[in-house]
């Protein structure tokens, strides 16, 4: 079975700052990743499919990049609304989650 | 629009099942696959398995093999999830969600609490 790691596990930042979230995993899933936003009490949201295409009505702030085993999204300018929890999710070799990353403000 | 509306919370008892739905609205619904998705307390997400609604085609977690079982009924556009052998660790929310390029839209979640 494929493990996605992500890291940090919780991260701090300031409105403004620029943000970058990791996922590794276990083994090549290619370009085969999509990014989850889940904010506190509600279903996920997807941000990015395909490592790196944006989802419809997603803000151009968020991006995503990487391919074999490291992936990054990134949030250009840190919003308020932006605070959440982001998940990497693999569909290369079954499906998995990545652990999370909990952002929050600093 | 497209909309996932899904059953109400439930309180069951240990060692009992439980059957939750999934209905589909404003697209096509045998012609996506449907996943399902749990979320114990605090936790992260954990992939349980897809319907293909067009088929009853299925695949599973091998995790949840004989815990969860998919089925879809074409006529009233809803997917359901049994699952059986009910423990406390079962308890959690779990989330119907609808895979075109990735999991974009989303059930609201239902509660499961396992307890006597």
């Known amino acids: 079975d494929i493990q996605m790691t992500q890291s940090p596990s919780l991260l701090s930042a300031s409105v403004g700052d620029r943000v970058t979230l990791s996922c590794k995993a276990s083994q090549n899933i290619y370009k085969y990743l999509n990014w989850y936003q889940q904010k506190l009490g509600e279903a996920p949201k997807l941000l990015i499919y395909y490592t790196n295409s944006l989802q419809t009505g997603i803000p151009s702030r968020f991006s995503g990049s990487g391919s074999g085993t490291d992936f990054t999204l990134t949030i250009s300018s840190l919003q308020p609304e932006d605070v959440a929890t982001y998940y990497c999710y693999q569909y290369n070799s079954g499906w998995t989650f990545g652990g999370g990353t909990k952002l929050e403000l600093k | 629009q497209v909309q996932l509306q899904q059953s109400g919370a439930e309180l069951v008892k240990p060692g009992s099942s439980v059957k939750i739905s999934c209905k589909a609205s404003g697209y096509t619904f045998t012609s996506y696959d449907m996943h399902w998705i749990k979320q114990q307390p605090g936790n992260g997400l954990e992939w349980i398995g897809w319907?293909?609604?067009?088929?009853?085609?299925?695949k599973y977690n091998q995790k949840f093999n004989g815990k969860a079982t998919l089925t879809a009924d074409k006529s009233s556009s809803t997917a359901y999830m049994q699952l059986s052998s009910l423990t406390s660790e079962d308890s959690a929310v779990y989330f119907c969600?609808?895979?075109?390029?990735?999991?974009?839209?989303w059930g609201q979640g239902v509660m499961v609490t396992v307890s006597s």
């Open positions: 969600a609808r895979w075109r390029t990735g999991l974009d839209y």
């Open positions: 319907i293909y609604p067009g088929n009853g085609n299925t």
